[in-house]
């Protein structure tokens, strides 16, 4: 609103409209969940369905291949960790054992 003479009218501005989340739009961000009552956000923690089952084939696949049989020292205990990790590469016929 202006008045003759071109000088604005100075209107007091509630407190309530002058807080930093009301100047700026909230964006959602990639990989954080808004809580409900709380403002602020928490990242999505624990193993996904997926992890778990791919985790769970490769065991079986080690299993089969036997590189649990080997446990007995760390290049066993690698061999297995590494026949998990890459199980469709022990399927192709790859020898992951650590020598």
């Known amino acids: 609103m202006t008045f003759r ?11 309530s409209l002058v807080t930093p989340t009301a100047c700026y739009p909230v964006r959602p961000v990639i990989g954080l969940r808004q809580t409900g009552e709380q403002e602020g956000a928490v990242l999505r923690g624990g193993v996904g369905l997926g992890t778990l089952i791919y985790v769970i084939i490769g065991a079986f696949v080690a299993g089969a291949n036997d590189y649990f049989d080997r ?24 020898d992951l054992q650590v020598k």
Request: glycine letters at 18%.
């Open 5 to 15: 003479g071109g000088r604005r009218a100075s209107v007091p501005i509630p407190s």
């Open 71 to 94: 446990l007995g020292n760390l290049k066993g205990i690698l061999s297995a960790l590494l026949a998990i990790g890459l199980w469709p590469l022990v399927l192709l016929g790859i």
